[in-house]
């Protein structure tokens, strides 16, 4: 199948590239087919975020966006919280907050419900949208330009020999190849190592989101009311970096989550546990109060920011949002930033095409050096090595001088040069970390967690998460770091089971949720996530 552009993936860069690529189309009155791929079973279902919106990259997007009424519900209260230990708190002063981090302006919502908003968008202006079909290839032409993708074969077992359901891939060809798989994309991580678009870059770095979906009676919900902490269980006990968000959105629905930095050290952290220690706060519980937990899901951020951006296009194929890491990491958002890159791309590849040229977008640099997108990352770049360095609260008090007394025009510029999987100690001289029985009300199990997550794989198929050296995880990692696979990964796909001295090491990767959490933190880069079949995974009813 030949195309004029191909997305890989429909977050909100994908479909924002696909949606001005053609708005521009009609304007040029050029037929243009555009095609999306999507791995979720739908659009959407593999969509997790906070979700608070800055609605810069819709404004861009859609000037009038507001009269076709997306799902969003407007920030009517903002707070922030540093919770000292498990009971107290201290309310943060406003002017306290660094400026871009204030939500005043902002909105609330679902992203999977806005995706699948901006996906009848897409189709209205003709998108063909493809969910349950995951890209798995690369293609290239013999000059090493990137010619389209190519979606994996269906119906293949374990052994890797054809079932009677067997269905082969297909090869989309495309003059513009968009990969928009979101934070650590397989094949975007496969385009920058090919390329080295990271030289001379700082590494990326990561955390990870753990998110829940809870119902709460009227009487205690206020749609638009969001809260954010710093602080306990992790700044204070556990020398790590990160904070919790709590979002009342509409129908009297709570999201909240807690992010860990993957920059932490300590190999017994368990950052799923961690949040559901963060939910027995009382500043926390009193929002859950009666409620019921309805959905769960977790997400790596890439979290890097300016310093970590990769070139952003080669001969034939660009980044876009997470695939590049264009989070901004103060505003704690990336779907704004998200939009405007993709929104630059389309630009890009629309002025290409309509020069007749193919495979060539060398203007996309030129175009993101000079939009708001690199001045905003740029006025946030060292807050990101500002909490490395200094820690949760020390990085904070940073941020607050840069931003609100120097507007982020800082001449100086931190490091941040050292990757997560490289921070962990030796377990021998780290602290374990006991962690209580969960209690069945506010705080829970994984098991239970994945059930509600909806997630779902073929189980006679390749496993997805593959060792390069399958002796790794006892020989070196359970010797050194107690593997910590076990624990950072929020969905129980890693077990060591056995007696000592005859340890196995196994991988349910029936339970993976596509955080992509193993592929970042191993501590020795041995495990590689690729995409499985297509529509296996989480299925996010609302997320």
Same mark, same amino acid.
């Given at each position: 199948m030949t195309f004029d552009v191909v997305i890989v993936g429909a977050g909100p860069a994908g479909l924002s590239t696909a949606i001005r690529t053609m708005q521009l189309a009609n304007e040029m009155g050029r037929e243009t087919s555009v095609c999306v791929l999507e791995k979720g079973s739908e659009i959407g279902a593999h969509i997790l975020s906070g979700a608070v919106i800055d609605s810069r990259g819709l404004d861009d997007l859609f000037p009038s966006w507001k009269e076709l009424e997306p799902p969003l519900t407007r920030v009517t209260e903002d707070r922030f919280h540093c919770l000292v230990n498990d009971h107290r708190s201290i309310a943060v002063p406003h002017a306290l907050i660094p400026r871009p981090s204030r939500n005043e302006r902002n909105y609330v919502a679902s992203l999977g419900n806005l995706c699948r908003w901006?996906?009848?968008?897409?189709?209205?202006?003709?998108?063909?949208?493809?969910?349950?079909?995951?890209?798995?290839?690369?293609?290239?032409?013999?000059?090493?330009?990137?010619?389209?993708?190519?979606?994996?074969?269906?119906?293949?077992?374990?052994? /890797?020999?054809?079932?009677?359901?067997?269905?082969?891939?297909?090869?989309?060809?495309?003059?513009?190849?968009?990969?928009?798989?979101?934070?650590? /994309?397989?094949?975007?991580?496969?385009l920058i190592a090919k390329f080295d678009l990271d030289k001379n870059r700082s590494p990326q770095h990561y955390a990870i989101g753990l998110k829940e979906l809870w119902e709460v009676p009227a009487d205690h919900h206020q749609p638009g009311r969001i809260l954010h902490t710093i602080g306990w269980p992790l700044g204070f006990s556990r020398s790590a970096t990160g904070g919790g968000f709590l979002y009342h959105m509409e129908n009297q629905q709570v999201a909240l989550g807690l992010i860990v930095?993957?920059?932490?050290?300590?190999?017994?952290?368990?950052?799923?546990?961690?949040?559901?220690?963060?939910?027995?706060?009382?500043?926390?519980?009193?929002?859950?109060?009666?409620?019921?937990?309805?959905?769960?899901?977790?997400?790596?951020?890439?979290?890097? /920011?300016?310093?970590?951006?990769?070139?952003?296009?080669?001969?034939?194929?660009?980044?876009?949002?997470?695939?590049?890491?264009?989070?901004?990491?103060?505003?704690?958002?990336?779907?704004?930033?998200?939009?405007?890159?993709?929104k630059l791309a389309a630009e890009a590849i629309m002025h290409a095409l309509g020069a007749e040229r193919k495979h060539d977008v060398v203007d996309l640099q030129r175009r993101y050096e000079k939009s708001w997108l690199r001045r905003e990352l740029h006025q946030a770049r060292n807050v990101g090595p500002a909490w490395h360095q200094f820690g949760m609260l020390g990085g904070s008090a940073w941020a607050c001088v840069e931003q609100n007394l120097f507007?982020?025009?800082?001449?100086?510029?931190?490091?941040?040069?050292?990757?997560?999987?490289?921070?962990?100690?030796?377990?021998?001289?780290?602290?374990?970390?006991?962690?209580?029985?969960?209690?069945?009300?506010?705080?829970?199990?994984?098991?239970?967690?994945?059930?509600?997550?909806?997630?779902?794989?073929?189980?006679?198929?390749?496993?997805?998460?593959?060792?390069?050296?399958?002796?790794i995880p006892i020989r070196k990692n359970l010797r050194d770091f107690a593997e910590p696979a076990q624990r950072y990964c929020p969905a129980g796909v890693y077990e060591v089971i056995g007696e000592e001295g005859e340890e196995e090491f196994r991988i349910n990767a029936q339970n993976c949720v596509h955080c992509k959490t193993c592929d970042i933190k191993d501590p020795s880069q041995n495990i590689t996530w690729i995409a499985p079949e297509g529509s296996g995974g989480p299925n996010y009813p609302n997320m």
């Open positions: 901006m996906a009848q968008q897409a189709e209205e202006l003709g998108v063909m949208l493809f969910p349950g079909f995951a890209a798995t290839e690369i293609l290239y032409d013999k000059q090493d330009k990137v010619v389209g993708v190519a979606t994996g074969d269906m119906g293949i077992d374990r052994s /890797g020999k054809e079932k009677s359901t067997h269905q082969p891939g297909l090869e989309l060809h495309a003059s513009y190849t968009v990969l928009a798989e979101g934070c650590r /994309g397989h094949l975007g991580k496969q930095d993957l920059s932490y050290s300590n190999p017994y952290l368990d950052p799923f546990y961690e949040f559901q220690v963060w939910k027995h706060h009382p500043m926390i519980k009193e929002h859950l109060l009666d409620g019921q937990r309805i959905s769960y899901g977790a997400r790596a951020i890439s979290k890097g /920011g300016y310093g970590s951006l990769p070139e952003l296009a080669v001969a034939g194929a660009v980044l876009v949002g997470d695939d590049a890491g264009f989070l901004n990491p103060l505003k704690i958002k990336g779907t704004h930033t998200a939009m405007k890159s993709g507007n982020g025009w800082n001449p100086i510029r931190l490091p941040d040069t050292t990757p997560d999987h490289k921070r962990l100690r030796y377990a021998s001289v780290s602290k374990k970390i006991h962690y209580s029985k969960p209690d069945g009300v506010y705080s829970f199990d994984r098991n239970s967690s994945i059930f509600i997550s909806n997630t779902n794989h073929e189980e006679d198929q390749p496993c997805h998460l593959v060792l390069q050296d399958s002796d």
